[in-house]
């Protein structure tokens, strides 16, 4: 779980690469951790964060728990960013006989994502080392290559210094 205080430095940060303080068990595993599928119920967002967790880095180390945790994560995030149930009201209808009817109507609204739910997500969701500094405290570095090619040398800037004598 993550630890109180500031974001831990990266370790090629660090100057002093001392023996972890915490002992760590190794438990050998063997087979492929089986990714659950994204229901197609979810809110779209939710969808993207969920799928957007099998992409990351840190997915490398998930066990089928943490699938399940990242699971009801999805499921709950789902919930809140959907239309929500507001009011229910009476709709009476009038037949051409002068009867009524009463049928109850339920309103639902999109609601804003309240800060004590938004809370509650950063703090699953940094258990799963969901953003940099989440994987910082867990120990987790992402050395993540990029396609970029190399930057070609200025070579007219060079031959304009050459010719001033600088």
């Known amino acids: 779980m993550a630890t109180r205080g500031p ?5 090629e940060e660090r100057r002093r690469r001392n ?15 089986e990714v659950p599928p994204p229901r197609r119920t979810w809110h779209k967002i939710a969808i993207e964060m969920y799928e ?14 943490d699938w399940a945790l990242a699971q009801v994560l999805a499921e709950s995030l789902s919930r809140d960013l ?3 149930v507001i009011d229910v009201v009476d709709k009476i209808t009038t037949d051409a006989d002068g009867t009524s009817t009463v049928e109850p109507k ?3 609204a999109y609601q804003p994502l309240k800060g004590a739910n938004l809370a509650a997500y950063l703090k699953a969701f940094a258990g ?10 867990i120990g987790i570095t992402i050395k993540r ?6 930057l070609a040398p200025v070579t007219a800037m060079d031959d304009a210094r050459d010719l001033l004598g600088g």
């Open 7 to 11: 974001m831990p430095k990266r370790p």
């Open 19 to 33: 023996k972890s303080e915490t002992p760590q068990t190794t438990v050998e595993m063997r087979g492929p951790v």
């Open 52 to 65: 957007s967790l099998e992409t990351s880095g840190q997915s490398q180390f998930f066990e089928p728990s």
């Open 82 to 84: 959907k239309p929500q």
């Open 106 to 108: 339920v309103v639902k």
């Open 128 to 137: 799963l080392g969901v953003s940099e500094g989440d994987r910082r405290r």
């Open 145 to 150: 290559e990029t396609d970029k090619p190399a």
